[in-house]
């Protein structure tokens, strides 16, 4: 099992920035990925960026440029920089980690940006 908490939401005006934080408990030497998706009122689930055990790293097409994702795995710990925020960017963001079983999710962090 792998538990995932989230932290780091808030609210931004546009053009600010915000780090989210995961950490990450449980057998997760057995995580291969871990990442962030995000989900506004209305919309499907997303992919924003995620991070492999090897380091390689993917990002959507709307934050690449503008979010960084990164991990600390002495800590546990996957970050996502977000930088040059935008209203769009509005959306409850969750942590999801991939093992070989199965991925599990974190419960969610708010992020609002203000126009």
């Known amino acids: 099992q792998v538990q995932l908490v989230e932290s780091g939401g808030g609210l931004v005006q546009a053009g600010g920035s915000l780090k989210l934080s995961c950490a990450a408990s449980g057998i997760t030497r057995s995580i291969n990925t871990i990442g962030w998706y995000r989900q506004a009122p209305g919309n499907q689930r997303e992919l924003v960026a995620r991070?492999?055990?090897?380091?390689?790293?993917n990002y959507a097409d709307s934050v690449k440029g503008r979010f960084t994702i990164s991990r600390d795995n002495a800590k546990n710990t996957v970050y996502l920089q977000m930088n040059s925020l935008k209203p769009e960017d509005t959306a409850v963001y969750y942590c999801?980690?991939?093992?070989?079983?199965?991925?599990?999710w974190g419960q969610g962090t708010q992020v609002t940006v203000s126009s």
């Open positions: 991070i492999s055990s090897g380091g390689s790293t």
């Open positions: 999801n980690a991939v093992t070989l079983w199965r991925e599990y």
